[in-house]
């Protein structure tokens, strides 16, 4: 069974979305990436930090998921990572109420000796340099490193980014990111000039539109699944990337079917995120639910 | 062989985009439905109305691609349809400039003699009123009639509207018009109370996100294809929905499959729209030429 590494913030969010509030609820990159991979291989050997504020009852959760929470540091004098934001009447956008990094100003990536045959590796949105420092500590270059960024990285990091782009095999990235990125409007451009960066693989997500897969000058697409309501879609972008990268680890393979594939389980699982708020849409899934959406998405297109 | 009538303006366009600038170029819903249906089934028996402005060379353009120009009426006294327009950077919004209807204010169909065995209508997007007078003066009810419409109706003509849709059997809609016409955010939930309006079978197009077709309760969904540049969007839908109906008509079928195939070749024929300003983009293609868009489209899902 191949091993896999993910890395990213584990959080608490408040959220406001037309359909109600939640507060402080468990959330972060590394939450999301690591709950939805855990369907497809465990354990996922998640590397993160929280602070003194962190609920034992979500850790347990999370090992009970099948995480390895051996990897996630907690810091007695800090409080953990905390984003507040509201969505919009279209759910497409959102604003930031509130972000405290807490514990995320001073992220030093600890790698268990545990954790160090790493075959697959998920760098989650974080700061570039942290997600450089993980591919830099682990003694052995993965077989294939994933990245996810954000708009902030691009805008007040690039330098650092574009390292770290240098040194990823597949870039997870959203259309906006992708434009601001390359300065390309033209998806099929701006993934050419990701390429040119560094990754020969190039995911864009564009949110309830779907998914772009550029593998070596071929494409995929899968569409997002006409949904009746979407509730939360924090953490969609996170899940879509945990499904992803997940499957590849169950086939241990990245060859263009794997990821064809695994953009249809990372989209499945993405769509189940945005029916509750937070990580709630994706706990206690079966096997069937999974196979049974990923059947819906097939059928879409067929 | 199946008789296709199609019914829309044919006018000029004054259009600027990013790439550039056109006057008084040929548009119109109805010249760019016909263009693109004439492609699948000849003659297109277009209905439609001109000034005295209109040009000699685009009325045989029309006819030598297989239109049928004999119900477009002439009237000395009155200037075409005209519409300028602007396009943003990211060329998915626009401003209009300025509208003319001139000859189409007053605009009473007339349907000639020899289009009178009508097995499929395609009503594009008019005064709602104009297309209930075609339904209205044929002699018998066509096989399938299909309709375009937009926000300016909704917002202004919402009971004669609900009166011309609840006569149709497909209404094509963009998603934000699908969303102002029933309220519902979700386009699931939208095309269902679009069904309770009368059409069975809805097709809602997502511009650069592609097109949704919902029958009896099936979802099938095209994407569109990541192009390189998108010179010109002016007409697209119509072209979209110009190659769906001669699909439709070329099978003499309106079943789920055959429709889901009028998806694809109406979202093949929109991609060459785009590509070029005003009807440009969509003459003097090949039939190897759709075919091979075509291809691409089933290649970038499959």
Same sequence: chains 1, 2.
Avoid at 158 to 164: E, I
Avoid at 176 to 192: D, F, I, K, N, W
Wanted: with cysteine; hydrophobic share 40%; glycine share 8%.
């Amino acid at each position: 069974m191949a091993n896999l590494i993910t890395v990213g913030s584990v959080a608490f969010d408040s959220i406001e979305t037309p359909f109600g509030k939640a507060e402080r609820i468990l959330g972060g990159a590394g939450t999301f990436i690591s709950l939805a991979a855990s369907y497809f291989t465990k354990p996922v050997n998640l590397i993160s930090v929280i602070g003194n504020d962190f609920r034992e009852r979500d850790l347990t959760m999370m090992q009970e998921a099948g995480i390895n929470t051996y990897g996630i540091q907690q810091k007695t004098d800090e409080k953990s990572f905390f984003w507040a934001g509201k969505y919009f009447n279209d759910m497409n956008h959102r604003e930031t109420l509130e972000t405290q990094l807490n514990v995320l100003g001073s992220f030093d990536p600890i790698i268990p000796d545990s954790y160090k045959n790493c075959d697959y590796l998920m760098l989650g949105n974080l700061s570039p340099a942290v997600q450089q420092t993980v591919i830099d500590r682990l003694p052995t270059r993965p077989k294939l490193v994933v990245m996810d960024t954000m708009n902030f990285w691009i805008s007040s990091f690039l330098p650092d980014l574009k390292t770290t782009i240098s040194n990823v095999d597949v870039l997870i990235i959203n259309d906006e990111e992708a434009r601001q990125l390359t300065g390309q409007y033209s998806l099929l451009v701006a993934a050419r000039v990701i390429n040119s960066m560094g990754p020969n693989i190039v995911v864009i997500k564009k949110g309830e539109h779907g998914a772009l897969l550029f593998y070596y000058g071929q494409i995929y697409f899968v569409p997002a699944l006409p949904l009746e309501v979407v509730f939360d879609p924090t953490g969609a972008g996170d899940t879509f990337a945990g499904g992803f990268i997940g499957h590849l680890v169950k086939k241990d393979s990245f060859s263009f079917d794997t990821l064809k594939e695994a953009m249809v389980y990372g989209s499945a699982m993405a769509s189940f995120c945005v029916e509750k708020f937070g990580v709630e849409g994706i706990l206690g899934l079966t096997t069937s639910d999974i196979e049974n959406r990923v059947k819906q998405f097939h059928s879409l297109v067929s």
